[in-house]
């Protein structure tokens, strides 16, 4: 009979220790209720629970958690704006409280889950009724930071913490895109029109400075070589006078006719001309009386040049 009552005693002991050890998984915690009510909490690990009084009513998880949304909105010029985000939420915290209101405040996960994205779409709904269309794709910051300030009492009252919201995608109605689409193309068009304009004028502006240096250069460059000829032909002329005055003192000095210097010179110029001619016409008075003239000019000269060195 002893034998048997500790039989019994260990299969209860048994009984008790199979239906009251609880496995509480990393990241999650257990809430206990008895006969309907709130008691504690089991943490991750071993734990021990009244069999068949204490019941897990839920496992909460810690863990971030994320949905996929995907709604529309207006803005206040009447343009229809699709909206495709993500949004990224957890437990605010393990603590008993946290866990409490997670726990109790919805029936399901579903209806979390449905209270969650309807906030988040009325918020990003609110805030695009506000803007125009133009706007919208250069506020993605200003609508997360929005959203995020509107919802996260609520969502504290609820136990979570909205850690992050991504909106991938914006987009408009066909027509919208369309014409949004021809706007950025005549945009373009029209910087690439103002580009080549200006690139245009940069290459003519550049061609005409280019084009007045080398004329400046040719000037330049002519009245140094025209100076330079002017200087040569006053040197030559200076020696040829130079030349015929010593000829002229030794002719003197021999008692000798300075003209038939002259005469000389005339002789040499009217063979120089027949030699250099290359076949073109020259008409030259080759009567006595027009030696004569050309060497009264001569003389002259000679005499004018004399009375300017003197």
Sequence with gaps: MEILISLWWLIIIVIILFFGL?????????VITMFGKYRRVLRPGLNFKIPFLEQIYKVVSVQNRSVELEFQAVTVDQANVY?????????INSEEETIKKVAFKFISERDLMQALIRTVEGSIRAYVATKRQAEILLLRREIVEYVKEQIDHSLEDWGYHLQD?????????KAVMESM??????????AA???EGQALLITKTKAAEAEGNAIKISAEAEKEA???RGQGVALFREEVARGMSQAAEQMKQANLDTNVILFSMWTEAIKNFAEAGQGNVIF???????MDKNMQQI?????MKNNKIT
């Excluded at 030259?284 to 027009?290: A, E, H, I, N, R």
């Excluded at 003389?299 to 005499?303: T, Y």
Aim: hydrophobic letters at 45%.
């Design 284 to 290: 030259l008075d080759g009567s006595p009386q027009g």
């Design 226 to 228: 025209a100076r330079l």
């Design 22 to 30: 609880v496995t509480v998984q990393q990241a999650n915690i257990a």
């Design 165 to 173: 919201l991504q909106i991938n995608d914006i987009t408009f109605d």
């Design 83 to 91: 909206f495709k985000s993500m949004l990224l939420y957890s437990v």
């Design 193 to 195: 029109a103002e580009n």
């Design 181 to 190: 689409s021809k706007v950025v193309a005549s945009n373009n068009l029209k």
């Design 299 to 303: 003389m002259a000269m000679l005499q």
